[in-house]
C-alpha cells in the first residue's frame, strides 16, 4: 500500500487539507473494492469519503486498514436511491469546500487516469486555471470473460470506439450552490474543460458475467427506483457486443 502524502509541494496546494479526493458511494462492490483504491492512490488521491449504501458483502474487512491510515472515511447510508443527495450532504458534512483543491464524484467501476502522467500531477500541470475538467466514459465490454479476474483493470481491454456520456473532476470551492452539483453535470457557469487528451475515464459498466448476474443485475438503481430494472441480459449483450476496440492503455499502466 502506498504512503499517504505528509505536505503538499507548492503554496497553492498548503491553502488546503487535501490536493485531491474521492467521494464514491458503493453498493456491493467487494469484488473490484481493492483494485478501486489502489487505482485511485497511485493517481494521486489523498482522500476518500466512501458512503455505504447498504452494501451485504462486508466492505470494512477490506476498507478498514485504509481507515486507519487516514485515507478513508467511512459513512454508512443504506437508505435507497438519492444518490445526488447523499454526495451533497457530504461535501457539506465535510467541508470539502474548504478542505479540498480538487474532488472527483464517481462510481466504483469508474476510473480516471491521467495520460502520461498520474491524475494529481497533471491537473496541477494542465488544468491548473480551470475550475473542473469533463470527460468521456470510454466503455468497456467483458473481453469475454465469464469468472471475474483479479483486477479489472489488466484483464477487461476491449471497449466501444464511441464515447458516451461524462463526468467530471472539479475544485468545489468554485460551486456557489452544493444543489447545484449533480451526477453529470455543474448547473452553474465555471470556467472548464470539456474536452481533453490528458485525463481519461474508463467506465467497466458490466465487468465479469459473474459480476454481472451477481452483482449488478440484482441491486438496483442508485437515484431511482424506475431504473432498478434496467441492468438486464439485453443491455450486457448490447454493451458487450459493441465493444469490440482493443484499449490497454490503463491495462499496461499496471
Known amino acids: 500500500m502506498l504512503q499517504h502524502k505528509e505536505r503538499f509541494e507548492n503554496e497553492e496546494e498548503k491553502k488546503f487539507e487535501v490536493n485531491l479526493s474521492l467521494l464514491c458511494l458503493i453498493k456491493n462492490e467487494t469484488m473490484n473494492l481493492k483494485v478501486f483504491i489502489e487505482h485511485y492512490i497511485k493517481q494521486g488521491v489523498d482522500r476518500f469519503y466512501i458512503v455505504d449504501n447498504g452494501s451485504e458483502d462486508n466492505p470494512l474487512e477490506i476498507l478498514q486498514p485504509y481507515i486507519d491510515n487516514g485515507y478513508i472515511r467511512y459513512f454508512y447510508m443504506p437508505e435507497r ?24 464524484i464517481c462510481d466504483a467501476d469508474e476510473f480516471f487516469y491521467g495520460v502520461p502522467k498520474k491524475l494529481s500531477d497533471t491537473l496541477k500541470e494542465h488544468f491548473d486555471q480551470n475550475d473542473f475538467v469533463q470527460c468521456n466514459w470510454r466503455m468497456f ?23 458516451h456520456k461524462e463526468k467530471y473532476i472539479f475544485r468545489p470551492r468554485k460551486v456557489n450552490n452544493v444543489n447545484n452539483i449533480a451526477v453529470h453535470e455543474i448547473n452553474e457557469s465555471l470556467n472548464g474543460v470539456v474536452e481533453n ?41 448490447s454493451t458487450d457486443g459493441g465493444a469490440t476496440l482493443l484499449d490497454d492503455t490503463l491495462a499496461n499502466m499496471q
Open 141 to 163: 465490454g467483458s473481453s469475454g470473460l465469464k469468472e471475474h479476474p483479479e483486477s479489472i483493470l489488466k484483464s477487461i481491454v476491449h471497449r466501444q470506439e464511441n464515447l
Open 81 to 104: 436511491y438519492n444518490q445526488p443527495e447523499k454526495y451533497r450532504q457530504i461535501i457539506t458534512q465535510e467541508k470539502l469546500k474548504e478542505t479540498t483543491d480538487w474532488l472527483i
Open 197 to 237: 487528451d490528458k485525463i481519461r475515464l474508463n467506465h467497466y459498466v458490466i465487468q465479469s458475467l459473474e459480476y454481472y448476474e451477481k452483482i449488478k443485475m440484482k441491486r438496483g438503481d442508485v437515484a431511482h427506483p424506475s431504473a432498478d430494472n434496467k441492468h438486464n441480459m439485453d443491455f450486457f449483450n
